[in-house]
């Protein structure tokens, strides 16, 4: 009366199978070298050319307010 009851586990399971003609394509495909590659890498900036596109910009806006 005051147990909880048990409840039945829940598994996220996919099944897979082997595919004899897709494997055959992969096997292909590694050998040759054809694999999917980004076309953009991320380049990260360096913070000294932030700092500098920032501090003209703040330096513009002084500029064309007429407190510089």
Request: charged share 35%.
């Amino acid at each position: 009366m005051f147990m909880k009851k048990p409840r039945h586990r829940v598994f996220d399971y996919t099944p897979r199978h082997y595919d004899p003609v897709n494997d055959e394509k992969e096997k292909k495909k590694k050998r040759i070298g054809l694999t999917r590659q980004r076309k953009f890498k991320s380049r990260r900036q360096s913070p000294i050319i932030l700092f500098a596109i920032i501090a003209l910009v703040i330096y513009l806006v002084l500029k064309l307010s007429g407190k510089l």
